[in-house]
C-alpha cells in the first residue's frame, strides 16, 4: 500500500538485485537440501523397518530344527562319502600283486614253478623246464607284457643250471621295477 | 564490556538485522549445516545400517537356501537306501579292526576258488588302537598258509581283493604246492564326524555311485562255512561291525 502512494519510482539497485537472486537461491538450496535429507532419512527408516530378515531368521530357525532332528541321517550321508573318498584313494594306490603274479603265470605254458615269492616291488621266480625253447617263449611273452606295463620293468634272468639226471633246465627270474 | 546474550538481546538483534541479507543467509546457512550434520550423523549410518542389512539377509537366504536344498536331499534319499549305503561302506572300510569280518573273507574266498586254508594267523594289535585317532586308514595283517597251485593262489588273492573288507597283498612265497601269504585287511577312515547343517551336503558323484555299486557286488553273498582252521592268535574282538552313531 505504501508503494501504491509512493509518487518516487523506487529503484531497484543491480547490486541489491543480485544479492536477492543469490538469497533465493541459497533458500532453494538450503530448503530443498533438507527435505531431500528428510525424504531419504524417512525412505531408508522405512526400509530398515520393512527389513524382511526377522522373517528370514525364523525361517533358518526353523529349517535349522528341523535338519537338526536328522542329523544322526545327515551324519551317515557324509559318513558314507567320507569313507568312499579313503575306498577310492584306496583302491587307487593298492598294490596290484595278484593281476601282475597272474599275467605272470599265464605265460609260463610247460614250465613247472620250484618256488616263487613276490611283494609290491619286486617278483623272484626259481623256475624248471625240459625244452630251452620255453625259457626264449618265456621270455618274449614277458618283455611283451612288461611293454603294456602289466608287469615290472626290469626282468632278469639268471642262474641257469642243467640237470642231467631229470634232463630239464632250472634258472632264476627276477622282476622289479627299478630301471 | 560484555554483555549476556540473553532472549532480549537475540529479539533485538532479530528486528535489527531481519530485513538484511545478513539474516537470510544466515538462516540458510545454518539450514545447510542442519542438512550436512543430518547427512554425517543420520543418513550415512542410517545407509550403513541398511548395506549390513542387505548383506546379511543375501546370507541369511543362502544359508536358507542351502538349507533347503539339504532337506530335499534328505527327503530324495529313502531310509533303505541310505541304511544300504551305510552298510556297505561299513563292511567295505570299517572304522575299527573287523576280525569276523575278516576271517569270513579269507575263509568264503577260499571256499569260493577252491584253496585250502591251512592255518592262518593275524596280529592283534594293541586293543587301544582299534579305534584310530584322526581320519587315517590303518591294516590289519593276516598272515595266510595256503594249499593249491600258484595260479589257484593268485585266483583267491584276486578274489580276497574283490571280498569285503578291503585287503591288500604285501606278500606272497612258496612252491607248488603251498603258499606263505600276506594281505593286509584296511580299517579306519572317518571317526568323527561334525557336520554344521547350515554347510551344503556332499552328493554322490556318479563315480562314487558306481563305486558303490561295485562295492556291493564284492560283499560276501555266502555265509561262512565253518572249516577246521585254527587262527594262531584268536580274535577277541569279533563281531565289531558296529555303527559308529
Known sequence: MNNGINLVVKRVEPQAALLQKRIKLLRIIALSGLGLVTLVSIVLFIMIIASPLPNLREKESNLFTSLNQENSKIQRVVFVDKQLDHIQNILATRTKLPAVLSDVLTSMSGIRIVTYSSTPKAIEMTLETTQLSQIESLLNTLTVLSEQGKIFSTIVVSDLNVSPSSNSYQFRVSMTNDV | ?245
Do not use: H
Open chain 2, 1 to 245: 564490556m560484555n554483555r549476556p546474550l540473553n532472549l532480549r538481546t537475540l529479539t533485538i538483534y532479530y528486528y535489527r538485522y531481519k530485513d538484511t541479507p545478513y539474516f537470510a543467509f544466515g538462516a540458510f546457512g545454518l539450514v545447510l549445516v542442519i542438512s550436512f550434520l543430518l547427512v554425517v550423523f543420520l543418513v550415512i549410518p542410517q545407509i550403513q545400517q541398511f548395506v549390513s542389512l542387505q548383506r546379511e539377509i543375501e546370507s541369511v537366504e543362502a544359508t536358507i537356501s542351502t538349507m533347503e536344498s539339504n532337506r530335499e536331499y534328505l527327503q530324495s534319499i529313502s531310509e533303505a537306501k541310505e541304511q544300504e549305503q551305510s552298510e556297505i561302506v561299513r563292511f567295505a572300510l570299517p572304522i575299527i579292526k573287523d576280525y569276523a569280518g575278516i576271517y569270513t573273507a579269507i575263509v568264503t574266498t577260499a571256499s569260493q576258488t577252491g584253496v585250502s586254508l591251512a592255518n592262518f594267523q593275524y596280529e592283534v594289535g594293541s586293543l587301544n588302537e582299534s579305534v584310530l585317532e584322526g581320519n587315517v586308514v590303518g591294516e590289519v595283517r593276516v598272515t595266510l598258509s595256503v594249499s593249491g597251485s600258484p595260479t589257484r593262489i593268485t585266483e583267491y588273492l584276486k578274489k580276497l581283493e574283490e571280498t569285503l573288507p578291503l585287503s591288500t597283498v604285501t606278500f606272497i612265497a612258496g612252491d607248488n604246492l603251498t603258499s606263505q601269504l600276506e594281505v593286509a585287511f584296511l580299517y579306519g577312515g572317518e571317526q568323527l564326524i561334525q557336520i554344521d547343517p547350515k554347510q551344503p551336503l556332499p552328493r554322490l558323484s556318479a563315480e562314487k555311485q558306481a563305486l558303490l555299486g561295485t562295492l556291493s557286488s564284492y560283499r560276501p553273498q555266502v555265509e561262512p562255512v565253518f572249516v577246521q582252521s585254527t587262527p594262531s592268535t584268536s580274535s577277541a574282538e569279533s563281531g565289531f561291525s558296529q555303527s559308529p552313531f
